[in-house]
């Protein structure tokens, strides 16, 4: 199946700390990547659409100046969590689309915690 | 009304037993549809998508019903390593997935 691979794993951080997370696909190009968090026990809440070459797409209730999304390549997208305080400490999963065949869906990168303290 | 809903569980049941679960949605222009499946602090993986005529993947059997707008996993034979929490899933056009709350599944020794 495709790969994607996310960096990195885990993260500690202080208040006011800036993070970046990278998520690349391996072994396709992906012109769409998303972006999700997931809490404790729920389900995966999308953050955002990461478009290559254009400006992402966020859900109701994101704060796009907080979480800043770059798409540069086909096969790199960040996400940068501006001035992370504890509430913003989640799982954040990266996925890309990969299009096309009877396998078009999204693939899931492995994801990463982030703690703030 | 969510987008997906599924039963949460948990299912508890013994090795070898039969296990099934559905799930509903609610947007009749949905696209495709998928279970996945999550480890405990893991990432969605794509255990398989869901066909109209209902499709097997070895003891895993999947079925649509567009009219009703629901969707059922059926696993036979259940390992220990069933255990999980299974995804109903469903992609819109815009290639987003709309997830369910995942439903939970035990199997005991």
């Known amino acids: 199946g495709a790969v994607v691979s996310q960096h990195p794993s885990w993260v500690i951080c202080k208040s006011g700390t800036s993070v970046k997370i990278e998520c690349r696909s391996l072994?396709?190009?992906?012109?769409?990547m998303f972006w999700y968090r997931q809490f404790p026990k729920q389900s995966l809440m999308l953050m955002a659409t990461?478009?290559?070459?254009?400006?992402?797409?966020?859900e109701q209730g994101v704060e796009k100046d907080k979480f800043l999304i770059n798409h540069a390549s086909l096969t790199l997208s960040t996400l940068t969590v501006t001035s992370a305080h504890p509430e913003d400490s989640s799982f954040y999963i990266c996925?890309?689309?990969?299009?096309?065949?009877?396998?078009?869906?999204?693939?899931f990168g492995p994801g990463t915690r982030l703690l703030v303290l | 009304r969510k987008e997906v809903e599924q039963d949460p569980g948990p299912f508890n049941v013994p090795e070898g037993a039969t296990v099934a679960f559905n799930c509903t949605y609610s947007?009749?222009?949905?696209?495709?549809f998928f279970w996945y499946r999550q480890d405990c602090r893991k990432e969605p993986k794509l255990l398989m998508s869901?066909?109209?005529s209902g499709n097997e993947d070895g003891r895993f059997t999947a079925q649509l019903n567009r009219a009703s707008q629901y969707i059922s996993l059926l696993i036979r034979d259940s390992k220990l390593s069933d255990s999980a929490t299974y995804l109903c899933?469903?992609?819109?056009?815009?290639?987003?997935?709309?997830f369910g709350a995942g439903t939970t599944v035990t199997v005991r020794a």
């Open positions: 947007n009749s222009a949905s696209q495709s």
């Open positions: 990461s478009n290559e070459g254009s400006k992402a797409t966020y």
């Open positions: 072994d396709f190009q992906a012109t769409t």
């Open positions: 996925s890309a689309f990969l299009a096309g065949g009877i396998l078009e869906t999204q693939y």
């Open positions: 899933v469903v992609l819109f056009n815009d290639y987003k997935l709309s």
């Open positions: 869901v066909y109209s």
